[in-house]
């Protein structure tokens, strides 16, 4: 007989907020365009989800402003794409050490725009946002060596448009490939999320980037739609969800303009009878807490193997009610609040229709705060592959549990989705990790960890979650005319 005899602590963090003081926010933001902020016709302002209180009045741009942003961008583009490719370089390793130099003003801010914990914004957002223009500042002058050695050119002008869940680190994967490559850019940030974009705008001015190279537009979906539809843009990339990328791609069938979509997806997180089950608890935990689901690779379907499906479902709960949910600014903080009060909507339309075609809801008992948009870490079990929880992508932190019992099994409910963007897959058996791997149709398979990125690496997706990559020198390719 064993008895287990353990001291038992009862305890709780103090709070540990981050300071806001050091923080250069402005009132107002006018529209970056020409390398000055100028100023709009109509403001809007940005809300902290957090609290619900306004940080700043945002300019948001119309069509004559997109006018003005492709003038300039077209203007610029010749000069941009014929410097030395060593002088173009230091341009992007000069915006890669301002965001380092910024980087606790720029995590405060992201954190306090979007809602997302401090320590992400931190310890991910920020960091891999310098590492991408470090990363691309290195390929300026081997641009022939990403694309197998082909003589290349830069496509012109570019329109990107980004959503809300990672605003600057989207930016960055955006730009700085696009700028490496010899084009100039307009970028279009979220409607919730402008704040770190419009920093970024003052960091591009500081590092006297030429007027016209980058121009920065905060507006709605009709401002993205007006962008894409513009004359004189070589490219659109945009990132967001599968409606809208079907709605640009059917806008520029039959046009020249270039196309990458990122978009949606409903991500399988696979864990074997084999795994290290504490382990793969942790990375479950990752793969659909981190930025509270708002995550287009979130492991939002958990598929258990039977024989251990129990045991991991009780140690995921465990863990679960071990996550703190609250102030995003607080340094101990594991899932913040709801990026606004329509996607809160959104995830409760989803969890509640879940509980109405029958699976099982299980939400983590936590005071939250009076204020803000909340919602506890929640998972379902009786989950059926046919309930909208299972199929649908709830971009919140909610997590739907399927069983397999074989490895073919597995596979094949992995890959019953129209979306194909990441998975997971726990295992010991590294045999085993690759040949699922390989049969899995999705853009990125992580092997004993989930959503690790890294600028070197390419991410994007099959079926509806999009064509494209970006990241790495795949990443160069959707910014370059092959010449011959
Ligand atoms: P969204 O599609 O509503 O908006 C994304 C961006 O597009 C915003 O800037 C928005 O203003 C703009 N937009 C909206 N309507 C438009 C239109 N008709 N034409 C042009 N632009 C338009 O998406 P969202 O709710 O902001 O973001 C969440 C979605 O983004 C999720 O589906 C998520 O999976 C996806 N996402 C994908 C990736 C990826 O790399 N695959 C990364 C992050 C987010």
Same mark, same amino acid.
């Given at each position: 007989?064993?008895?287990?005899?353990?001291?038992?602590?009862?305890?709780?963090?103090?709070?540990?907020?981050?300071?806001?003081?050091?923080?250069?926010?402005?009132?107002?933001?006018? %529209?970056?365009?020409?390398?000055?902020?100028?100023?709009?016709?109509?403001?809007?302002?940005?809300?902290?989800?957090?609290?619900?209180?306004?940080?700043?009045?945002?300019?948001?741009?119309?069509?004559?402003?997109?006018?003005?942003?492709?003038?300039?961008?077209?203007?610029?583009?010749?000069?941009?794409?014929?410097?030395?490719?060593?002088?173009?370089?230091?341009?992007?390793?000069?915006?890669?050490?301002?965001?380092?130099?910024?980087?606790?003003?720029?995590?405060?801010?992201?954190?306090?725009?979007?809602?997302?914990?401090?320590?992400?914004?931190?310890?991910?957002?920020?960091?891999?946002?310098?590492?991408?223009?470090?990363?691309?500042?290195?390929?300026?002058?081997?641009?022939?060596?990403?694309?197998?050695?082909?003589?290349?050119?830069?496509?012109?002008?570019?329109? =990107?448009?980004?959503?809300?869940?990672?605003?600057?680190?989207?930016?960055?994967?955006?730009?700085?490939?696009?700028?490496?490559?010899?084009?100039? #850019?307009?970028?279009?940030?979220?409607?919730?999320?402008?704040?770190?974009?419009?920093?970024?705008?003052?960091?591009?001015?500081?590092?006297?980037?030429?007027?016209?190279?980058?121009?920065? %537009?905060?507006?709605?979906?009709?401002?993205? #739609?007006? %962008?894409?539809?513009?004359?004189?843009?070589?490219?659109?990339?945009?990132?967001?969800?599968?409606?809208?990328?079907?709605?640009?791609?059917?806008?520029?069938?039959?046009?020249?303009?270039?196309?990458? %979509?990122?978009?949606?997806?409903?991500?399988?997180?696979?864990?074997?009878?084999?795994?290290?089950?504490?382990?793969?608890?942790?990375?479950?935990?990752?793969?659909?807490?981190?930025?509270?689901?708002?995550?287009?690779?979130?492991?939002?379907?958990?598929?258990?193997?039977? $024989?251990?499906?129990?045991?991991?479902?009780?140690?995921?709960?465990?863990?679960?009610?071990?996550?703190?949910?609250?102030?995003?600014?607080?340094?101990?903080?594991?899932?913040?609040?709801?990026?606004?009060?329509?996607?809160?909507?959104?995830?409760? #339309?989803?969890?509640?229709?879940?509980?109405?075609?029958?699976?099982?809801? =299980?939400?983590?008992?936590?005071?939250?705060?009076?204020?803000?948009?909340?919602?506890?870490?929640?998972?379902?079990?009786?989950?059926?592959?046919?309930?909208?929880?299972?199929?649908?992508?709830?971009?919140?932190?909610?997590? $739907?549990?399927?069983?397999?019992?074989?490895?073919?099994?597995?596979?094949?409910?992995?890959?019953?989705?129209?979306?194909?963007?990441?998975?997971?897959?726990?295992?010991?058996?590294?045999?085993?990790?690759?040949?699922?791997?390989? #049969?899995?149709?999705?853009?990125?398979?992580?092997?004993?960890?989930?959503?690790?990125?890294?600028?070197?690496?390419?991410?994007?997706?099959?079926?509806?979650?999009?064509?494209?990559?970006?990241?790495?020198?795949?990443?160069?390719?959707?910014?370059?005319?092959?010449?011959?």
């Amino acid at each position: 007989m064993t008895t287990e005899t353990r001291t038992t602590i009862t305890w709780d963090y103090a709070p540990a907020p981050e300071a806001t003081d050091h923080i250069r926010l402005k009132d107002r933001y006018g %529209l970056f365009i020409g390398g000055e902020f100028v100023p709009s016709e109509r403001y809007v302002p940005t809300i902290n989800p957090a609290t619900e209180e306004p940080i700043a009045e945002i300019a948001w741009a119309g069509p004559q402003d997109v006018q003005r942003a492709i003038e300039a961008a077209r203007e610029a583009q010749p000069r941009w794409a014929a410097l030395p490719e060593r002088e173009r370089a230091k341009y992007l390793f000069r915006i890669a050490r301002l965001i380092q130099e910024r980087s606790r003003e720029l995590a405060v801010v992201e954190t306090m725009d979007g809602g997302k914990p401090l320590r992400e914004s931190r310890d991910v957002d920020i960091p891999l946002a310098a590492a991408h223009f470090f990363h691309y500042a290195g390929w300026v002058d081997k641009l022939v060596y990403g694309v197998n050695a082909r003589e290349v050119r830069p496509l012109g002008v570019v329109g =990107q448009i980004v959503p809300w869940n990672f605003p600057l680190l989207m930016a960055a994967w955006k730009l700085a490939p696009a700028l490496a490559c010899g084009n100039t #850019a307009i970028l279009k940030p979220a409607e919730t999320t402008p704040l770190t974009a419009l920093l970024l705008g003052e960091i591009i001015q500081e590092a006297e980037l030429p007027p016209g190279t980058v121009s920065i %537009l905060p507006g709605d979906g009709a401002l993205g #739609a007006q %962008l894409v539809r513009a004359p004189g843009i070589d490219k659109i990339a945009f990132t967001g969800s599968t409606g809208v990328g079907r709605d640009i791609q059917a806008a520029l069938a039959g046009q020249p303009t270039r196309l990458t %979509l990122e978009l949606g997806g409903k991500s399988a997180n696979i864990v074997f009878e084999d795994a290290a089950l504490d382990q793969a608890v942790e990375g479950i935990v990752n793969g659909i807490f981190f930025n509270q689901g708002h995550v287009c690779c979130a492991g939002s379907r958990l598929l258990i193997q039977e $024989s251990v499906q129990h045991e991991v479902i009780n140690k995921l709960w465990r863990r679960m009610s071990l996550l703190r949910v609250g102030d995003p600014l607080d340094k101990n903080t594991d899932v913040g609040a709801i990026n606004s009060a329509e996607q809160l909507q959104r995830i409760e #339309a989803l969890v509640q229709a879940g509980e109405e075609e029958g699976a099982h809801r =299980q939400s983590v008992a936590c005071e939250l705060p009076a204020r803000g948009y909340w919602f506890a870490p929640t998972l379902f079990t009786d989950v059926s592959p046919v309930h909208r929880i299972a199929k649908e992508e709830i971009f919140g932190p909610v997590v $739907s549990v399927l069983s397999f019992r074989t490895q073919a099994e597995a596979i094949e409910k992995a890959n019953n989705s129209p979306y194909g963007l990441a998975a997971g897959i726990w295992t010991d058996k590294g045999a085993k990790a690759f040949e699922v791997a390989s #049969a899995l149709k999705a853009g990125v398979v992580w092997q004993n960890t989930y959503n690790h990125f890294d600028p070197t690496a390419a991410f994007g997706g099959y079926k509806e979650s999009g064509f494209g990559r970006e990241g790495g020198p795949a990443g160069l390719r959707p910014y370059l005319e092959i010449v011959r």
